[in-house]
C-alpha cells in the first residue's frame, strides 16, 4: 500500500490530536511546569529531601486555593448572600481533604530517612507558612505574634495584618443572623477581630434558633454545618500533622523554635466556631 493510500486515522486515533505546538500553547507552557520543576531544588543528596519538598510544594498550592476559596465566599457573605458562598466552601472541604492526604505520602519517610537532611533547612519551618496563616486568620484564630516571621517581607505580612484585623468568615455568619433579625450582641458584632472567638450564650440561643427551625432558616443552616464541614477538616488536618511530627522526631523540638509536638497537640485545642459545636448538646 503506498503512502497516500494510508488510510485517514479513526477519530479516537491518537494522531488526530493536536501536536504542532510552535505557535500555541502546550500542556506543559499553560502550567509554566518548567518554573514549577526548577522550584524543587533539595540542598543535599538525601533521597527523602525531594518526598519533602514535593508534599510541601503541594500543600501550598492548596493553601493558595484555599485562601482563595474563602475570601471569595467571605465577599459575598458580607454582601449578604448565603447560597453561592456553599460552592466555594465545599470546594475549601475537598481541598482540605487533600492537604490532610498529603501527611500520608509524607508518613512513609522514617525517622532516619529526615535525619538525613533535617540539618539542610536550619530554621525554615512550616510554622512560617504564610498561606497556613492566612488561613487560619481567616477562620478566625488570630494571634498578633504569628506576624513577626513576615516582617522582613511586606507583600506577605501586609495581607496578613490586614486579615488580622478584620472579620473572619464566621464574624461574617453571625453578621448574617443579627441581618435576618436573630439576636446577636452588638459587642460581638463589634468585637476585637485580633483576638480569637470565644463562647457565647447569646449567640448560641440564636444558632439554636436556626438549628429548630430550619424550614424558616434553612440558608443560614446550611451556612453553620458547611462552616463546620471546614472546620471539622481543619482539626483532621492538624491531627495528621501532629501524628506524622511524632512519628517523625518524636517530641524533640521542631524546627523554627516551635516545641514541636507538644505545640501541636496544644494546637488541638482551638475551637474556631465554638457556638456551632455547643449547638449539637443544647438541641
Given at each position: 500500500?503506498?503512502?497516500?493510500?494510508?488510510?485517514?486515522?479513526?477519530e479516537?486515533?491518537?494522531?488526530?490530536?493536536?501536536q504542532?505546538?510552535?505557535q500555541s500553547?502546550?500542556?506543559?507552557?499553560y502550567l509554566?511546569?518548567?518554573?514549577l520543576?526548577?522550584?524543587?531544588?533539595?540542598?543535599?543528596?538525601?533521597?527523602?529531601?525531594?518526598l519533602?519538598?514535593?508534599v510541601?510544594?503541594?500543600s501550598?498550592v492548596?493553601?493558595?486555593?484555599?485562601?482563595?476559596?474563602?475570601?471569595?465566599?467571605?465577599?459575598?457573605?458580607?454582601?449578604?448572600i448565603t447560597?453561592?458562598?456553599?460552592?466555594?466552601?465545599t470546594?475549601v472541604?475537598?481541598?482540605?481533604?487533600q492537604l490532610?492526604?498529603?501527611?500520608e505520602?509524607?508518613?512513609t519517610?522514617t525517622?532516619?530517612?529526615y535525619?538525613?537532611?533535617?540539618?539542610?533547612?536550619?530554621q525554615?519551618?512550616g510554622?512560617?507558612?504564610?498561606?497556613y496563616?492566612?488561613?487560619e486568620?481567616?477562620?478566625?484564630n488570630?494571634?498578633?505574634?504569628m506576624l513577626r516571621p513576615?516582617?522582613?517581607r511586606p507583600?506577605?505580612h501586609?495581607?496578613?495584618?490586614e486579615a488580622?484585623?478584620?472579620?473572619?468568615v464566621?464574624?461574617?455568619a453571625?453578621?448574617l443572623?443579627a441581618?435576618?433579625?436573630l439576636?446577636?450582641?452588638?459587642e460581638?458584632?463589634g468585637?476585637?477581630?485580633?483576638q480569637k472567638?470565644?463562647?457565647?450564650?447569646?449567640?448560641l440561643?440564636?444558632?439554636?434558633?436556626?438549628?429548630?427551625?430550619?424550614?424558616?432558616y434553612w440558608?443560614?443552616?446550611?451556612?453553620?454545618?458547611?462552616?463546620?464541614d471546614v472546620?471539622?477538616n481543619f482539626?483532621?488536618?492538624r491531627f495528621?500533622?501532629?501524628?506524622?511530627?511524632?512519628?517523625t522526631?518524636?517530641?524533640?523540638?521542631?524546627?523554627?523554635?516551635?516545641?514541636?509536638?507538644g505545640?501541636?497537640?496544644?494546637a488541638?485545642?482551638?475551637?474556631l466556631?465554638?457556638?456551632?459545636w455547643e449547638?449539637?448538646?443544647?438541641?
Open positions: 500500500m503506498s503512502r497516500q493510500d494510508t488510510p485517514a486515522p479513526g479516537n486515533a491518537p494522531e488526530r490530536a493536536h504542532d505546538f510552535s500553547l502546550s500542556y506543559g507552557d509554566r511546569l518548567d518554573a520543576k526548577a522550584a524543587h531544588q533539595p540542598i543535599t543528596d538525601a533521597h527523602d529531601e525531594h519533602f519538598i514535593a510541601h510544594h503541594v501550598e492548596w493553601l493558595a486555593l484555599i485562601v482563595r476559596e474563602l475570601r471569595a465566599a467571605m465577599d459575598l457573605l458580607d454582601r449578604g447560597d453561592a458562598p456553599l460552592k466555594m466552601l470546594r472541604v475537598r481541598a482540605q481533604e490532610t492526604n498529603a501527611w505520602v509524607l508518613k519517610m525517622p532516619a530517612d535525619l538525613l537532611f533535617r540539618h539542610a533547612f536550619g525554615a519551618s510554622f512560617q507558612s504564610a498561606g496563616r492566612m488561613v486568620f481567616l477562620l478566625g488570630r494571634q498578633s505574634v513576615h516582617e522582613h507583600d506577605l501586609d495581607p496578613l495584618h488580622l484585623n478584620g472579620p473572619s464566621y464574624d461574617l453571625l453578621r443572623l441581618a435576618r433579625g439576636p446577636v450582641p452588638a460581638v458584632l468585637r476585637d477581630f485580633t472567638p470565644v463562647l457565647n450564650e447569646e449567640v440561643q440564636a444558632w439554636l434558633t436556626v438549628y429548630r427551625d430550619t424550614e424558616t440558608d443560614l443552616y446550611e451556612l453553620a454545618e458547611k462552616l463546620l472546620e471539622d482539626r483532621r488536618w495528621n500533622h501532629l501524628t506524622t511530627v511524632e512519628r522526631i518524636g517530641f524533640k523540638a521542631g524546627s523554627g523554635g516551635t516545641s514541636g509536638a505545640y501541636l497537640r496544644q488541638l485545642s482551638t475551637v466556631f465554638p457556638e456551632l449547638v449539637r448538646t443544647r438541641l
